[in-house]
């Protein structure tokens, strides 16, 4: 498995998650990661990216302000804060692996390596 993202669950509304996603260093060198959603009978979007720097993130509209991704490249690891969850952000979460940076919304086919998914729920 090249990247396997982790930290799903159960959260009520207004409350914070923190997803993990781990990546093997072949996958991890070099490549920007980001975080796809796919809600139940929904298909699955763009959430946010960040750049092998660091220095760079994008967010989706729908979480601006609210998620935050984050990156330890010693520990080859991207986190996915969220926050003021809303029960519309419930769905399947997954990173992604993507060479280089384009500081504009990944579409699937960008995609170079995908993880399995996370499931978060948001519910009272």
């Known amino acids: 498995v090249q990247l396997q993202a982790s930290g799903g669950g159960l959260v009520q509304p207004g409350g914070s998650l923190r997803l993990s996603c781990a990546a093997s260093?072949?996958?991890?060198?070099?490549?920007?990661i980001g975080w796809f959603r796919q809600a139940p009978g929904k298909e699955r979007v763009f959430v946010g990216a960040?750049?092998?720097?660091?220095?760079?993130?994008f967010y989706a509209d729908s979480v601006k302000g609210r998620f935050t991704i984050s990156r330890d490249n010693a520990k080859d690891m991207v986190n996915l804060q969220m926050n003021s969850l809303k029960p519309e952000d419930t769905a399947v979460y997954y990173c992604?692996?993507?060479?280089?940076?384009?500081?504009?919304?990944?579409?699937?086919?960008?995609?170079?390596?995908w993880g399995q998914g996370t499931l978060v729920t948001v519910s009272s």
């Open positions: 960040i750049s092998y720097s660091g220095r760079s993130t």
């Open positions: 260093r072949s996958t991890f060198q070099g490549a920007a």
């Open positions: 992604a692996a993507r060479l280089g940076w384009y500081g504009t919304v990944w579409l699937e086919d960008h995609v170079d390596a």
